[in-house]
């Protein structure tokens, strides 16, 4: 196949350095932006009388024939052309002969690329964004049936202070919500239309970038054309973006693993989302969740190796920026992947309170709440901290929990407490009186499920 920048050489290259050389296999996954970003510049081209109204109408109109055809099936894409953009280009020539060589009038592949992954990005982090809600949903849904089940919340992996399961599931939602903040604040930078910026000097036609921006709905465009074509902060800061809620899933999937093994039972997985072993046939293995925590190595490296690729390049387009596209891809599918595996799994798995419960008694997480009471009763905070770690390691001893202690035992240890002891160490009344802000309290976890609802309203609107 001729090569369309032959001129300066033959345009004849080794077929193992045509292969090396070639993005076809990949930036192909763009050829809807790149065939919407070609009938916007045929329009302007159009409009400002760098070609005639025809021409921009025949360009136009066969730009069109070509998305239909390759949506329909009627068309295939080449894998011996070097990219998208050559392979869209060469079909129109073959169509519209000299009309179609016209179309890369005022632009570069350098600015066309770029335009290209700006859009599809922009695609793509709708479609990733979308997913985050679905998961959001999931976690808000069982927080609203649990906003009242105790469980232990933990430090160190430790039991700790009695939670709600609601409240530990709101904790993610608010991670999610973060998430989606950058996400968005990210496609805002990425706005940004590159397209006119040409090889990386501008060009010399009389060209309108504001109307072709405003056409592919851009906010702006790059003001510096050196900038326009090489930057590419936009794809690592997706990637950073991106990492990010590979970290969050990775964090839910490592609890998800630890509560639903014999060792807790405090949730159990659908079997949809869970496997067997070819072995061992009592086997229910969480592989969905631990596959998301494993993808998550994968998609941070998916950033260090953009990160490193731009490190050392000079201005403006460098050949190695090609490596840009399916660090980016990857890292996208990956995580569209992982959450439209996660929400239908946090949705369906069987929390069992009752476990939860249990074990939060066994952790004597009510041991605060009690050196709280004794603090009531005028003791210094230091003295009814040791009373009341005394009174766990009696309770360790004996077999028992500090709700079962006899009120003399409490009484040897200090006169003042009396029967409202009980009411003090009382799990349900222990995160119930936890009424601050962002606590465990049911109201608190009622008013996080109604501020994410809100959030979600103003998503869809």
């Not at 066309?112 to 999931?138: H, T």
Request: with cysteine; hydrophobic share 40%; aromatic share 6%.
């Amino acid at each position: 196949m001729a090569k369309l920048w032959a001129g300066r050489t033959a345009g004849e290259t080794d077929a193992l350095a045509d292969d090396f050389n070639s993005s076809i296999r990949f930036d192909s996954r763009m050829y809807r932006q790149d065939i919407r970003g070609s009938m916007a510049h045929a329009a302007m081209l159009g409009a400002q009388r760098i070609i005639t109204a025809g021409e921009a109408e025949q360009l136009i109109d066969a730009l069109q024939d070509v998305l239909d055809d390759l949506e329909e099936g009627r068309l295939e894409i080449d894998p011996a052309a070097e990219d998208i953009h050559m392979f869209v280009e060469q079909v129109l020539t073959e169509r519209l002969g000299d009309v179609g060589k016209k179309l890369h009038t005022a632009r570069s592949r350098n600015d066309q690329v770029a335009l290209d992954l700006r859009m599809y990005l922009r695609d793509e982090l709708g479609a990733v964004s979308g997913g985050i809600w679905a998961l959001i949903d999931a976690l808000t849904e069982q927080a609203e049936q649990h906003k009242g089940t105790i469980m232990p919340g933990y430090t160190h992996l430790q039991r700790a202070q009695p939670v709600t399961l609601g409240h530990h599931l709101m904790a993610y939602a608010m991670m999610l919500l973060r998430d989606l903040d950058r996400l968005r604040d990210c496609r805002r930078r990425m706005n940004v239309s590159p397209i006119g910026c040409c090889a990386l000097a501008g060009t010399t036609y009389d060209t309108d970038r504001e109307k072709e921006a405003r056409d592919l709905g851009f906010d702006g465009v790059a003001l510096n054309s050196l900038d326009g074509v090489s930057d590419r902060d936009f794809c690592v800061e997706t990637l950073a973006d991106l990492s990010l809620v590979m970290l969050h899933l990775s964090r839910m999937a490592e609890e998800l693993i630890l509560w639903s093994s014999w060792e807790f039972r405090f949730v159990e997985l659908s079997d949809a989302y869970t496997t067997g072993s070819s072995i061992m046939p009592q086997k229910k293995n969480p592989d969905m969740a631990e596959l998301a925590r494993g993808k998550t190595g994968r998609v941070y490296g998916d950033l260090m190796a953009l990160l490193t690729v731009m490190k050392g390049l000079p201005l403006a387009y460098n050949k190695d920026m090609q490596e840009d596209k399916e660090a980016v891809f990857d890292a996208c599918d990956t995580v569209k992947q992982c959450l439209g595996v996660f929400a239908p799994m946090v949705a369906s798995m069987r929390p069992r309170p009752d476990n939860m419960r249990a074990a939060a008694q066994r952790g004597f997480i009510n041991a605060t709440d009690l050196a709280d009471y004794l603090v009531g009763k005028g003791l210094p905070f230091r003295s009814a901290y040791k009373l009341s770690g005394e009174a766990v390691a009696w309770c360790i001893r004996e077999g028992t929990v500090l709700e079962e202690l006899p009120l003399e035992r409490y009484r040897s240890w200090c006169p003042d407490i009396g029967p409202d002891v009980y009411e003090a160490i009382d799990l349900d009344r222990c995160v119930s009186r936890r009424r601050s802000k962002g606590g465990t309290s049911v109201e608190n976890v009622e008013a996080q499920i109604e501020y994410v609802k809100g959030e979600r309203e103003k998503w869809r609107t």
